[in-house]
């Protein structure tokens, strides 16, 4: 069972910048495709970006492409997402996930962490 912890949310004005960080359990991590999912209040959860195992392909929502950016550090078990030029849309708990067999299906998911954008 893979335990995902994000981290790095929080209050920032529009067009600033934020670093997420999702820290997996498991020494496996290397092997899955991890990502990002997002949900802002009244709103379904909504794909936002993914990477694979060996990182070389990465995913993006056409809402984030650009100004979004996925990485990943293997040997630390650690996954980023690196996002500038916030817009108040933006606003969402992130939630980071894992999948065993690949994109889109994911089989962990994180317990979230709040992002807020202000205008």
């Known amino acids: 069972q893979v335990q995902l912890v994000e981290s790095g949310g929080g209050l920032v004005q529009a067009g600033g910048s934020l670093r997420l960080s999702c820290t997996a359990s498991d020494r496996t991590f290397n092997n899955y495709t991890m990502g990002w999912f997002r949900q802002a209040p009244g709103s379904e959860r909504e794909f936002v970006s993914a990477?694979?195992?060996?990182?070389?392909?990465?995913y993006y929502s056409d809402s984030v492409k650009g100004r979004f950016t996925i990485s990943r550090g293997n040997a630390e078990n650690t996954l980023y997402l690196q996002m500038n030029s916030l817009k108040p849309e933006d606003t969402a708990a992130y939630y980071c996930v894992a999948s065993r067999s690949g994109h889109p299906r994911y089989d962990y998911w994180g317990q979230g962490t709040q992002v807020t954008v202000s205008s």
């Open positions: 990477i694979t195992w060996t990182g070389v392909t990465t």
